[in-house]
């Protein structure tokens, strides 16, 4: 049983960002990859779900970074299930580079979603994803925070979906509401601060065509994003910097 | 000497986009990625230009595609310098899945630019980069096409770039303006066609809070795509469809 899947990567120069780091959107990509990756390890991946008409969906993530990978830096991501029940998986990460130093850490939730209700579906006899099960190992950053709708936006932007923003689910894709939430700030913010914690509640499914309204609170180091679509938030999201 | 470099991917399901297929922007990504590593190899990668204070920055570029790999199919990428003069480096590509079947072909134009002037600068001491030269290994696709700005869009549409749409050279990251020419058409449009054959033209670098209007004439199976900042043209892209 392989309880602990880790993939170890290198950060090539066209993956960086203006400050020459992993982005936190690609971050995002490579976790939901090593969770991906793990799930079909252990039986309970992408082509094993679709027989039984279900996917899994990313409905809550935090990570947590002391420092993120440079350019050319080779580091590994780990990941293990905290904990499951029927309706949804605890799955958390952790970041470190080849020479052991941790860079930070990520937790996120998984709900297998019944692809034609797109309601939530049952995942328990998926008993490998019990016996994979490792609470032990630590985690040391607080759940996904209980996030709640803006209620006096600094600013509002909008943005229409595009084919780009879909994925295989017909959805917009989670690294897309990354970006969106990310963009919110400017290229100054992220030149003088890390994006030391980031926090995204995934509420409700988008599509091709939807017009999503942005709006952003900033409070200090923290900012609070809403994504709507027909004033329903879809997505709510944290941003909290720290100086560099 | 490694004439030629070949990456393998196998296509997660997370990677794919609404027709559960390599999306072009991803393409485009992982021909960046492949013609990185041979750079590198053959020590003129980004490392040893930035040493000279250059940096590679893709001018032109077009593929052709049968068909896109799909959902959990294993691919390779091969890339090979064609030519090269002091100004500029001709390299393809050549896509195959793991069982031999040619998908398509792309060829690229790069430019070492000075980092400090933003003009092209001189590659000419590149010794191996001649020696990695291999002339008669056929890429049977037309070169990127010569593009003129649309003279009457049938579609306009604005974009301002954001923190994610900027990468380690501090422009517009080239996959991004992929994606804005992609989007110029609509989701039914890619589920009935597939993008046959693709071409771009990078002109202008566009930078963080440009507002770019992209404007879009349909023809048939081609759409001609003019990206603009400020009224000059950053970007031209053609894309050519073909039915499923």
Partial sequence: MNKIHTHSYRLA????????????????????ECATEHADILGCGFERLQTDGLAWVLSRLAF???????IFEDYTISTW?????????????????????????ARTIWVAIDLKTRRPGNIEDFGRLADANDHSRPCPIDPPAKLRPVANP??????????????????????????????????????????HRFDIDYKLESHFDNLATIGAATS??????TISVADRPVCLARLQLSPR
Same sequence: chains 1, 2.
Avoid: K, W
């Avoid at 200090?220 to 994003?225: A, H, L, N």
């Fill in 13 to 32: 120069a066209d993956h960086t960002n203006a400050q020459r780091e992993l982005p936190p959107a690609l971050l995002v990509r490579q976790v939901i």
């Fill in 64 to 70: 947590q970074m002391n420092r993120y990978p440079g």
């Fill in 81 to 105: 299930i905290e904990n499951y029940n029927r309706h949804f998986s605890q799955r958390n990460f952790e970041f470190r580079t080849a020479a052991g130093e941790i860079l930070g850490y």
């Fill in 154 to 195: 600094d600013s509002i932007r909008t943005y229409t979906f595009r084919v780009s923003d879909i994925d295989f689910n017909r959805h917009v894709t989670s690294a897309r509401y990354v970006e969106l939430a990310i963009n919110t700030l400017s290229l100054s913010d992220f030149d003088a601060n890390i994006l």
């Fill in 220 to 225: 200090g180091p923290v900012t609070d994003v």
